[in-house]
């Protein structure tokens, strides 16, 4: 049965083709930037006179540094006694701040390798700095493990390397693979952060060759390895950026998961349980959120890069400061309601004794912080606010401080026996050790921020709307 | 011609210029060329006729002998070397091997996959002729080159020069080799 012909009317009703929604792309650099608006806006910062703020800051970190030095030359000097933690918290602010610091490390990972994967964008802007905060996070995280391992001068016997002993190490224990967890988790970090840098040293060696600076042109140069901008460089360059995302992904999840391990393999209640290591990665992503806002809106506020770090940028690291948040807050409920159901009364008493115990003030300041904080962030207008934003960013990591000290100081004191409970305090070593490790943390940011490019120029110019061969800026 | 050159480079100000003039000079059939970017452009390995990259191939031997040396360490030393009992467990298992085999199976995947791009790359090579070009500079910033090298069988200077014009290239240089 033959169709009849559709009228005038009816066929400018039915469309010919249907073209899918255009949804506007979300701008990552403000104002139409150019390429060369980028090169000189980054580069500007290192060529630049060295500001009056960056010397006051760093004679402060410099300053601050010092109790860590002062706190380990004491202990070395005298012996692991000096520490507070004895009979029955044996492990305490030393692996607190181990995990504290490692954790605030794995948002740079999570930015720069796992955002890469997911191909969001917006990670541009802020991967270099973040993977900076990475590795000079692994550094102080890893002065604590070091030096309580009490005689620092053997610290080595933590790698199978022969001695006289002819003993090697016991692979059974989940400390044995915390070594090697951390130890490649900051190789890993260097690389993929030296990766990144290299067309953007090509850059830096060539401007200031341009400027006549010859030392700082060879030291660049150096480093830059005669990289020249070649597109067969590029080819094998990006797909080797995409491999090391590919195997960091799994390396970042592995490392906290290790980590919890040193805790949920043992027998102890509020420490053996399977939770553990999904809410020790969540947390670590959120702690690491917290101090990358923390560091980034002071930055981008004094050297006024708002065209490259946006309100969008914000908005995406609340939320995602958010997300981790809610997942905490939902491991903390649940290992409450498991305490309950396992019907064990070790672990019921554990949870009660966590919150309404001796150390119920620092459960308290863990729950303000790290549960009621982060939501907040669902109010635009609370992420439009930057210095509130900053705020809250500290709250964030003082909550994550605590949430770490919770969990490792209230199971050990009080765990079977009531006669071998007890109370533990921070000697005034202590104190100062994990104070200049702010210090440490402080000195190496700002060195990078002098020396180094703080943004992938690169990458940025990439996610502009002129680095589009088809010239349509949204079109793959 | 007086000294023999390494090839002629010209310049060009847009991503899609420099695109459509990659796919020309791929299409005149030229082999020893490349295009000089400051930025990774989408698509240009395409517009170039550049092959796949095989850096993951190097990445995955890296792995597997990372993974090996993992198991194999632990083994030999736990197991074989000097057997030492803990808590009764087996002298050697993959379980407890596993964690530490894997994290230096991403290690050594590192490694391969930074060194193999070195390697592929060629670099570290700080002198190169096209980094003796007066306007080099502005490849690392905002500009874009195309290169042609005069060992290229299809080269000659009238001929690809004329070719670099017509696809749009600007101040076309012959470059010292």
Redo the contacts between chains.
């Keep these: 049965m033959a169709h009849a012909e559709p009228s005038a009317a009816a066929s400018a009703a039915i469309l010919t083709e249907v073209k899918p929604a255009v949804l506007p792309r979300a701008v990552l650099v403000e104002h139409g930037r150019?390429?060369?608006w980028i090169?000189d806006k980054i580069c500007g910062i290192i060529e630049e006179k060295t500001p009056t703020w960056w010397w006051y800051c760093f004679g402060v970190a410099c300053f601050v540094a010092c109790f860590t030095v002062g706190g380990i030359t004491y202990l070395i000097s005298t012996g692991v006694g000096v520490w507070g933690h004895m009979n029955p918290v044996n492990w305490a602010w030393d692996i607190v701040n181990f995990v504290f610091w490692i954790g605030i490390g794995h948002a740079g990972t999570l930015i720069s390798a796992i955002l890469c994967l997911l191909r969001q964008k917006w990670r541009t802007s802020i991967n270099r700095a973040a993977e900076a905060m990475t590795i000079f996070a692994v550094v102080c995280a890893a002065i604590f493990p070091v030096f309580h391992v009490g005689r620092v001068w053997y610290a080595w016997y933590l790698f199978?390397i022969p001695n006289s002993n002819?003993?090697?190490?016991?692979?059974?224990s989940?400390l044995?693979?915390d070594v090697?967890?951390v130890s490649?988790y900051g190789?890993?970090s260097v690389?993929?952060w030296?990766?990144g840098l290299l067309?953007d040293l090509?850059?830096l060696?060539?401007?200031f060759?341009?400027a006549g600076n010859k030392l700082r042109s060879f030291l660049y140069?150096?480093f830059a390895?005669?990289?020249?901008?070649?597109?067969?460089?590029?080819?094998?360059?990006?797909?080797?950026y995409l491999?090391?995302a590919g195997?960091?992904t799994?390396?970042v999840l592995?490392v906290h998961t290790?980590v919890s391990?040193d805790f949920a393999v043992s027998l102890l209640p509020g420490w053996h349980t399977t939770i553990f290591p999904p809410y020790f990665v969540a947390g670590a992503i959120f702690s690491g959120f917290g101090m990358v806002l923390t560091l980034m809106l002071p930055l981008r506020a004094i050297y006024k890069l708002e065209d490259l770090i946006t309100q969008y940028h914000i908005d995406c690291m609340c939320k995602i400061t958010l997300a981790t948040g809610t997942i905490v807050g939902y491991a903390y409920a649940m290992e409450f309601f498991i305490a309950w159901y396992s019907a064990n009364p070790y672990e019921g008493f554990t949870f009660i004794n966590r919150a309404f115990g001796p150390y119920a003030w620092a459960y308290w300041i863990m729950i303000s912080c790290n549960v009621i904080t982060p939501q907040l962030f669902w109010f635009k207008k609370v992420r439009a606010n930057t210095t509130l934003v900053w705020v809250l960013s500290i709250f964030v990591n003082v909550g994550m401080w605590f949430e770490r000290f919770v969990i490792i100081v209230t199971s050990l004191a009080r765990d079977f026996l009531p006669s071998s409970w007890g109370y533990y305090s921070p000697s005034i070593v202590e104190i100062f050790t994990f104070f200049g490790t702010f210090g440490v943390f402080s000195v190496l940011f700002l060195l990078f921020i002098r020396f180094l490019p703080i943004m992938p120029?690169?990458?940025l110019?990439?996610v502009t709307p002129?680095?589009?061969?088809?010239?349509d800026g949204g079109h793959? | 011609m007086a000294a023999p050159s390494y090839g002629l480079i010209a310049t060009f100000d847009t991503v899609p210029g420099i695109y459509h003039a990659a796919e020309q000079v791929r299409d005149a059939g030229y082999k020893h060329w490349d295009c000089i970017t400051p930025l990774p452009i989408h698509g240009l390995d395409k517009a170039m006729g550049v092959k796949r990259s095989i850096v993951p191939r190097i990445s995955l031997a890296g792995g597997i002998t990372g993974f090996c040396t993992g198991m194999s360490m632990i083994w030999f030393t736990d197991k074989f070397d000097y057997p030492l009992l803990v808590g009764g467990k087996p002298y050697f298992s993959p379980m407890f091997a596993f964690p530490v085999s894997y994290e230096l199976t991403i290690l050594f995947t590192a490694f391969a996959t930074i060194g193999g791009m070195f390697f592929l790359n060629g670099l570290p090579m700080h002198y190169h002729p096209v980094l003796k070009y007066g306007q080099i500079r502005r490849g690392m910033d905002d500009q874009l080159f195309i290169v042609i090298e005069a060992r290229d069988p299809r080269f000659n200077l009238a001929n690809t020069k004329a070719l670099l014009e017509q696809a749009g290239g600007k101040d076309i240089k012959e470059l010292e080799a």
């Excluded at chain 1, 002819?166 to 059974?172: H, K």
């Excluded at chain 1, 390895?225 to 360059?237: A, K």
């Design positions: 150019s390429f060369s090169t199978p002819y003993i090697w190490q016991n692979f059974r989940p044995e693979w090697f967890a490649t190789t890993v690389l993929f030296y990766v067309p090509a850059t060696r060539d401007r060759e341009a140069g150096l390895m005669g990289w020249r901008g070649s597109n067969r460089h590029w080819s094998n360059y990006e797909m080797a491999v090391l195997i960091s799994p390396l592995s290790i391990f120029m690169a990458e110019k990439a002129q680095a589009d061969p088809h010239g793959h």
